[in-house]
């Protein structure tokens, strides 16, 4: 096999550990998720998922282990057989290929939900205006909200408002989405429109880790599912089968919680 036949994966764990002071709040852990990809991350509050995905997306320092994103070293750089702590600015560029949607929406309050696309492409990245605009009301469109461009978060519900945290992220071009607990925070009947959109972005191959209650999506959407608790991964596989079937005592008593 040639070099270009080997996939990079677009983010490779292995045996991460993380603490804080004397928490261990990830212990060792090891997973891949492919270019294309979407892993639904799930487990006991407390158990590192937020963590995990804060050491990918360099908002955190992974202390041991190796966690790559596309074929990059997070976090450090290396020099010979010497790790380096990464200049700040250059985690804030590897930082701007990644998109993070949060429970909290964290949205501008004091600008529309066009301005709140706009603003990092051209802050950011240089984009022009005009050009930024063009791609704002696209993005709108494609999460459903083409005729909100105007309006601010507060005259929108906590489903439009996370609609538009998505379009925000994808606003920068990213090439992998993380969110955490995206629905958490929404009334019930406001949660099928947010994960609808989270659906169809799988499909257009968008790669995704999602922590999410939401086995439905999981079931449904995600290629793989991780199940951690304590800072470990539990159990790992095709989402079917670990739902209908779980090997281990903890993924049980979860499953039989949240399904
Ligand atoms: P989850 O997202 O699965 O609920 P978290 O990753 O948020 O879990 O938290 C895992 C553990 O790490 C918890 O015990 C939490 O209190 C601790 N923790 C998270 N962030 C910090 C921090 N910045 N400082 C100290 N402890 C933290
Ligand atoms: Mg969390």
New binding site residues.
Partial sequence: MTAATVEIPMVHADCVSKS??S?E?LKSISLTVKRGEVLCLV??????????L?CINHL?RVDAGRLMVDGVLVGYEERGDKLYELHPREAARQRRDIGMVFQRFNLFPHMTALENIVEAPIRVKGVKKDAAVVRARELLARVGLGNKADAYPAHLSGGQQQRVAIARALAMDPKLMLF??PTSALDPELVGEVLDVMKTLAESGMTMIV?THEMGFAREVADSLVF?DG?VVVESGDPVEVLTNPQHKRTQAFLSKVL
Avoid: H, I, L, Q
Wanted: charged content about 25%.
């Fill in positions: 804080f002071g928490n709040v487990g006991p509050s407390g158990s590192g998922k937020s963590t995990f804060r955190e955490d607990e922590v951690m800072g």
